[in-house]
């Protein structure tokens, strides 16, 4: 299988930095790792988490092997890489107590033995590339495509902020995000 990847970031019109890494690895048994964080804006230390985060997956990566492993083996070593990350940014904390809120999101895709295993946390994207279309893979994890009660939240805020209120801010609040002190959820896309 022939693999190419390229990576894209830029802080965007809202940011004054820009805290996304990325990188990508492909081990000698022919698996290919791509990852991208973007550390949370308004979060102290964000760059840091997303750092920590890239540099300790890829890590991970190039000291496993993923020959003939099964997609459940896959998706389960997966799902322990962010459980070792985030007991690296507790001891990060512990050195450092005012990172304790930081954040990052996560979006990886590991491709070994022909398939693609995808994971995402928060709100970065995972795209595939088909006949010259891009088409998003990775759902955002936050209030606009999460199972509250949209039509409820809306009337709610509308009640508070009065004109103030803006339905586009729904898709900027993540509900869930990768770090020492953060709510996670872990999708996986195969």
Not at 124 to 146: A, C, E, G, P, W
């Amino acid at each position: 299988m022939k693999i190419k990847a390229i990576g894209l970031s830029e802080k965007g019109n809202f940011r004054k930095e820009n805290q996304d890494y990325l990188n990508y690895y492909k081990n000698s048994d022919g698996s290919f790792l791509a990852i991208i964080c973007d550390g949370m804006g308004g979060h102290k230390h964000g760059e840091i988490a997303s750092k920590l985060a890239v540099n300790t997956f890829v890590d991970l990566f190039k000291q496993s092997s993923f020959d003939k492993k099964e997609s459940k083996e896959i998706f389960s070593w997966l799902e322990n890489s962010i459980s070792y990350i985030i007991n690296v940014m507790k001891k990060y904390v512990e050195n450092f107590i005012e990172a304790k809120d930081m954040g990052t999101t996560l979006s990886a895709i590991l491709i070994a033995n022909n398939n693609a295993h995808i994971i995402n946390i928060g709100d970065s994207r995972i795209y595939h590339l088909k006949d010259q279309n891009f088409n998003q893979v990775t759902i955002d994890q936050n209030l606009m495509n999460s199972n509250y009660d949209m039509q409820k939240i809306k009337q709610q805020a509308q009640k508070y902020y009065g004109t103030r209120f803006n339905e586009n801010t729904y898709w900027k609040s993540l509900t869930s995000a990768l770090g020492p002190a953060k709510k996670l959820k872990i999708d996986s896309y195969f």
